[in-house]
């Protein structure tokens, strides 16, 4: 008797399942690309443990990291990244870019966003990020920029208000984007008196706007009833907000 065949649908499966990501290419690449990486407060290199297991150790300011090649290797397998040497340097690459924010970063670089304040995904507040090309890091303050906080936070504000975005108006309802980082679309809502100003060079002049919020996605803009029809219309979880609650939103 032959076997059981498995079927389009057992095939498609085997075709889905990702190739695993060699901790032995992953060294070598590591070896080759980590060097490049370093600069002037960014340390990176590969620590090489006989019996323990090498590491990737990146050291920034007060920030550090240290994950086993195993365990990066595997989550690399997970993501789907192909098992090649142009495939794991570009994971690798995108690996150290989402490296946690430093207090100089934020306070330097910083930008406004909304993103959720909480899993429960019911409601947005400010957060500070920091943007590594197309990553987007969200900062923690360390114990010692406590005292740094507010003045961080209110130079993120600034740059937000400043921040280039694209302006799409669709009928009723204008949509701010961020090509490269769609969490920064949020900045737009740092200065509601630009973003009015805006909307009515653009044809829009509305007289109570509402927006309708999901961080990693644009920012639509909209009459309230326009808005609320968006919102139950929307997949994803979001939240309406009235134009005067943009002042008082909290910092997460």
Not at 64 to 84: C, F, I, K, N, Q
Not at 171 to 194: K, M, N, Y
């Amino acid at each position: 008797m032959s076997g059981a065949s498995p079927g389009r649908s057992g095939i498609a499966l085997l075709l889905r399942r990702p190739q695993p990501v060699d901790v032995a290419d992953l060294r070598a690449v590591a070896a080759a690309v980590l060097p490049a990486l370093s600069g002037p407060r960014l340390r990176s290199r590969l620590v090489e443990r006989r019996g323990a297991g090498s590491l990737v150790e990146l050291r920034e300011d007060e920030r550090s990291v240290r994950v086993h090649l195993d365990e990066l290797a595997d989550d690399m397998t997970r993501a789907g990244v192909p098992p090649t040497e142009e495939g794991i340097a570009g994971a690798l690459r995108s690996w150290v870019a989402a490296r946690p924010a430093t207090d100089a970063a934020a306070a330097t670089t910083g930008i406004a966003v909304l993103d959720w304040t909480g899993p429960a995904r019911t409601a947005v507040g400010w957060r500070v990020v920091v943007r590594r090309g197309a990553a987007v890091v969200p900062w923690t303050p360390s114990p010692a920029a406590r005292a740094a906080v507010q003045r961080t936070r209110s130079a993120a504000l600034d740059r937000a208000a400043a921040l280039p975005l694209d302006l799409r108006i669709e009928g009723p309802v204008a949509l701010w984007s961020h090509r490269a980082a769609p969490l920064l679309a949020g900045a737009v809502l740092a200065d509601p008196g630009r973003a009015r100003g805006r909307l009515a060079a653009a044809g829009l002049p509305l007289a109570d706007i509402h927006a309708v919020v999901t961080p990693h996605r644009p920012v639509a803009c909209a009459e309230p009833a326009v808005a609320a029809r968006l919102a139950g219309q929307t997949v994803e979880d979001c939240v309406t907000l009235p134009w005067r609650r943009l002042s008082t939103l909290p910092w997460s």
